[in-house]
Structure formats: structure tokens, C-alpha cells
């Protein structure tokens, strides 16, 4: 490494040894120089950084807690976790440290994140701890009701929505009690700026490593925060390279098969919808056709709606579709949403063919099996934002 290489990499550590638990956060302008450097650097460089952060990171809290240093990396078995995690576990192996891994199950997953998970635990050997609900989605959902399906988390016009009550239940409270019950001192995860709006604005708010006084009371690393992809839903002026998967390429990393389970959503696709790998959905994507692409999470979830999600799990998970129409009572929710000149059309149509008795929104929910056998695509278009 030359002189200049090792100045910079000095520099950059030192932004952060200055932090405790009272002075939580690095220096705006650290955060925004960082952010700067990473929309230039190479992958390499980037993976260079990561390791270097994971490194100092972990050296601090040895510093700090001694022998009883207890790191964990939350893993969601998406490929931003899996990642961090084979970063975090090349260091680790290295200074024979040992980690925990903690994986959030909702009990609302893809079957292919539980397979997956089982076998990576299996095949990387690791120590994986379940954070799990005290409640489900269905108790949720019959407490609560369903709000609008289309509100975004943080959206408090009338109250907090269901669906952030949700989040709340099924992911941040078992996470809490994890860190709680386990003690661990430093937290790896995998988010990334590039995901969202609200993840970049909390990229500069936070930084890639901080102390969370409030959410998780524990440090916090992040060491991907600024890597990113092409499919990246948020550009922040960054140079949109493809990180995430180039990585996985480059180490031979196995990865979640939900990722190779799109599905193109768009009229002008004169193909029938058939499940396409993820190469195929990026370059159709970049074609500019509409092409859902399934990311790790809650299956039964509204919030990827906007995306075309009713349509994609009524084709590709149509079990999970229908008890999110039925036992979760999304259908009375989606029949409001749509646009009122297409649910009168819709009402029309339906009396013509004899499906409903009755022109109102309540004959359908009363026959919605039969209105659902007689136009399946019924819910497919609700709150799907348009391509341009």
C-alpha cells in the first residue's frame, strides 16, 4: 500500500475513534466525505474499505467490553446480508473471532429464505439465532383492520398505519429482545443507501458505523452502506455500478433463489408472464418494461404493491395471494382503491354477467370468490405506479 493509500485509509479510521456512547455519531462532514469517495471508488476499493471498517469496528469493541465482546451480524438471507456477512466472516476467520448471526423471521417468509437459510447455516457453519414474533400477521391484522394498503411507513395523517404497526410487531420488537436477551455489543447489517430514499437520508443522519442509543441500544456497522446496484430503486448521484452482485460473482457466493423468481408485469410484453432469472429482469428492467423482481422480506406485505405485487404473487404464489385477499381482508381495502370511473365499469361488468345481484362495492366482497374465478386480474392494477 503506497504512502498516500495509507494516509487516506488512516484518516478515514480516525473519524472514528473519537465515539463513545455519549458522542454517538462521526462528523457530518466525515459522513458526506465517505459518501463522496464511495460514488468514485472501484469495487475493490470499496470491498477494501468494508474490510478495513469490519476490522476497526471490531477492534473497538474488544477495547471496549474485553473477552466478552459479543458480535452479531442480522442477516435477512437477502444478498445485502449475505454480503456483510461473508465480509464480517473473512475478518472474523481470520483473528479467530467468533460472531453470531441473528435472522429476523417473521414467520411471513418466502419458502426459498427458509431453505436458504437452513442451508447456509449448514454449509458456513454458523451460529444462527432466531428473533421471533409474539404475535402473527393474521392477530395483527384482526386487531388493527386494514387501513389503505397504499400509505407508506412514517405516513401519520390518520394515526400510525397497520402497516408500519406491523413492521413493528413482527420485525423491530423480536430484534429488540434479541440484543436484549444475547448482549451483543456490535451489530452488523446489510443496509444500503442506494434502497431507498429514507435509507440514504438515514445513511447521512447515521453514518456506517454509530452507536443507537435509541432503537437497538448497541453499535451499529454498515459496513456496505454506500455499495451499490443497478437495480438500485434510489439514485443519490451516485455512479450506479453493479456492487452487490459483481461481489457475489467475484467470491462464489450461493445466494436466495427468490432472486431468480421475476416476473414481467407490463402489457407490452408480448410474452406470457413466465418466472425470468434476475440477469433477464435487470436487462428487461433497463428496456424499460414493468418487471417485478421479489426482494427478502414479509411475503404477505402491501407495501411493494405500487410495484405490481398483487399481480406477481397471484401468478407465482397464489395461496399467499388469496389469503391476503381473504384472511387478512385486503380485498375490501384494494375494491376502494380503485379508481372510481374503473369500479364503476367493473360494477357493470360483473351485474351484466350475473357474478353479482347487486351494483355496490358490498356485493362484491359478498361474492368475491366467484368474482375472483370470473376476473382473476381484478386486484392486478391497484396502486401499480406506472413506468414512463
Not at 453470531?100 to 457453519?125: C, G, I, S
Request: net charge positive; proline share 4%.
Amino acid at each position: 500500500m503506497d504512502a498516500q493509500r495509507l494516509t487516506m485509509r488512516r484518516r478515514r479510521m480516525d473519524a472514528y475513534r473519537a465515539l463513545s456512547t455519549t458522542n454517538t455519531r462521526i462528523n457530518k462532514a466525515d459522513v458526506l466525505r465517505f459518501e463522496a469517495e464511495h460514488k468514485t471508488s472501484t469495487l475493490a476499493e470499496k470491498e477494501n474499505r468494508a474490510l478495513t471498517l469490519i476490522d476497526e469496528a471490531i477492534t473497538q469493541t474488544v477495547e471496549r467490553y474485553g473477552s466478552n465482546a459479543k458480535i452479531v451480524v442480522s442477516c435477512s438471507f437477502g444478498v445485502d446480508s449475505v454480503i456483510t456477512l461473508h465480509l464480517v466472516k473473512r475478518v472474523c476467520d481470520m483473528r479467530n473471532i467468533p460472531f453470531d448471526v441473528v435472522w429476523n423471521n417473521t414467520l411471513n417468509e418466502y419458502p426459498q429464505t427458509r431453505l436458504f437459510a437452513k442451508k447456509l447455516t449448514a454449509d458456513w457453519r454458523l451460529n444462527t439465532i432466531e428473533a421471533l414474533p409474539t404475535t402473527t400477521i393474521r392477530k395483527i391484522y384482526d386487531e388493527h383492520g386494514v387501513d389503505s394498503l397504499l400509505k407508506r411507513k412514517g405516513d401519520r395523517s390518520n394515526g400510525q398505519p397497520v402497516v408500519e404497526k406491523c413492521c413493528n410487531a413482527l420485525k423491530h420488537a423480536p430484534m429488540q429482545r434479541a440484543i436484549k436477551e444475547h448482549g451483543w455489543h456490535l451489530m452488523f447489517n446489510g443496509v444500503r443507501a442506494g434502497e431507498s430514499r429514507q435509507r440514504w437520508m438515514s445513511a447521512r443522519r447515521d453514518g456506517d458505523y454509530y452507536y443507537s442509543s435509541g432503537t437497538w441500544k448497541t453499535w451499529v456497522c454498515r459496513p456496505i452502506l454506500w455499495w451499490t446496484a443497478l437495480a438500485d430503486s434510489f439514485n443519490y448521484g451516485n455512479n450506479r455500478q453493479e456492487d452487490v452482485w459483481e461481489y457475489v460473482r467475484k467470491h462464489d457466493i450461493p445466494y436466495n433463489t427468490i432472486y431468480d423468481m421475476n416476473a414481467v408485469i407490463d402489457e407490452r410484453y408480448d410474452c406470457p408472464t413466465v418466472i425470468i432469472d434476475r440477469v433477464t429482469a435487470e436487462r428487461l428492467s433497463a428496456e424499460g418494461y414493468n418487471v417485478f423482481m421479489p426482494r427478502t422480506g414479509c411475503q404477505a406485505c402491501p407495501i411493494p404493491i405500487k410495484r405490481g405485487y398483487l399481480r406477481y404473487l397471484r401468478e407465482v404464489f397464489p395461496k399467499v395471494y388469496r389469503a391476503m385477499l381473504f384472511q387478512l381482508g385486503f380485498a375490501r381495502v384494494l375494491i376502494a382503491e380503485i379508481p372510481e370511473d374503473q369500479r364503476v365499469a367493473l360494477i357493470a361488468e360483473l351485474s351484466s354477467f350475473g357474478v353479482i345481484t347487486e351494483k355496490t362495492e358490498a356485493a362484491i366482497l359478498d361474492r368475491l370468490e366467484d368474482v375472483i374465478e370470473f376476473k382473476p386480474c381484478v386486484f392486478d392494477g391497484v396502486g401499480v405506479s406506472k413506468r414512463k
